[in-house]
């Protein structure tokens, strides 16, 4: 394992990280699902070891998986484990009517900090993220404010904001113009490359960068088929149509396959290769579930030329396009 400084911290963080949202399980708000299906707590401690074994430090989670279960679930597996490094994410809760809402203020963050380091039996968090806060979220000011004050009492070491996933720039314009922050999490695949040009400028200011979704919810694996039915409680049963997966299927075997078999590497890590070809990038987190998954993404990892870089950028703007725009539509 390779690991890479985050932005201007003293975290050094693997290359690959462990997603840990479907390790969250089945959950459900004002019926919306929120996860990926069912999961083997069993199962998910022993993906969660296997990946410390492998040389992962980094545990991407959040409050809102599993409706806390994620970070439980890292807790019970690494308790105060001082080897890893944790980022979770504060800001989306199940509202007083039931359905999902989003609470940044002060006194929130501060209260919800609290109830992360309890489930994560951790001292402090090493990474803390707003989970997608908008503009004025942050125009109005009191979650960073709460961010810095936890900054200050020792409970995180670092912040900085996951980002929305098609329109990530208005607010890291606005933390970057204000110098808040020391990361930013976004999207980042061979098919949604949008956050290109903000993952360059963020990298410059000396921003760490996560990139989520390498994979594209499964899809850049070239293993889910236009039939594949998924149940209810995973929430790509409303997000991948037998259309979009027959086009990235098209896709991939037309125009990536050639490209992974001349790197003898399957499809899954060169996808996660291409996005580990840019220095900008501090870390990568698949999402992971078994020990498994664990092996086909930490192992396979290829270095592409700067003419293999080159050609899958302009198949972002050119092939994937339309696939992105159905993404779009879709949610």
């Not at 009492?153 to 900085?160: N, P």
């Not at 960068?209 to 409680?233: E, N």
């Not at 270095?303 to 293999?308: F, P, Q, R, T, V």
């Amino acid at each position: 394992m390779n690991y890479r400084r985050f932005g201007n911290t003293e975290l050094m963080v693997s290359e690959i990280g462990f997603g840990a949202w479907a390790i969250g399980g089945t959950a459900q708000v004002g019926g919306i699902e929120i996860g990926w299906g069912p999961s083997d707590d069993e199962l998910s401690i022993k993906a969660l070891n296997t990946a410390k074994s492998s040389g992962i430090n980094f545990f991407d989670t959040a409050d809102f998986y599993g409706l806390g279960h994620s970070e439980t679930l890292i807790g019970k597996t690494f308790p105060n484990d001082q080897q890893i490094l944790v980022a979770t994410k504060v800001g989306q809760r199940v509202g007083k009517n039931g359905n999902i809402e989003t609470n940044y203020s002060k006194a929130y963050i501060l209260e919800a900090c609290e109830r992360s380091l309890r489930r994560l039996k951790r001292d402090y968090i090493d990474y803390y993220q707003f989970h997608v806060a908008r503009v004025q979220d942050l125009k109005a000011g009191e979650c960073i404010e709460a961010m810095e004050i936890l900054k200050e009492q020792g409970k995180i070491r670092y912040w900085g904001s996951s980002l929305i996933t098609f329109a990530p720039e208005p607010e890291a314009q606005l933390l970057m113009g204000e110098n808040r922050g020391q990361g930013f999490q976004l999207v980042f695949n061979l098919i949604n490359q949008l956050a290109l040009p903000l993952i360059r400028q963020a990298a410059s200011k000396e921003y760490g960068i996560i990139a989520r979704m390498p994979l594209q919810f499964g899809l850049l694996s070239g293993k889910i088929k236009p039939d594949k039915v998924f149940p209810k409680t995973d929430h790509r049963s409303n997000r991948l149509s037998p259309a979009l997966i027959s086009k990235v299927l098209e896709i991939l075997k037309q125009k990536v396959e050639p490209l992974a078999e001349k790197h003898n590497t399957s499809l899954s890590s060169f996808a996660l290769s291409y996005i580990l070809s840019y220095p900008e990038i501090s870390t990568v987190i698949p999402g992971i579930r078994t020990p498994e998954q664990v092996l086909l993404n930490t192992q396979g990892l290829v270095k592409l030329s700067l003419e293999d870089r080159d050609y899958l950028e302009h198949l972002a703007n050119s092939d994937w396009k339309a696939v992105l725009d159905i993404m779009h539509q879709l949610g």
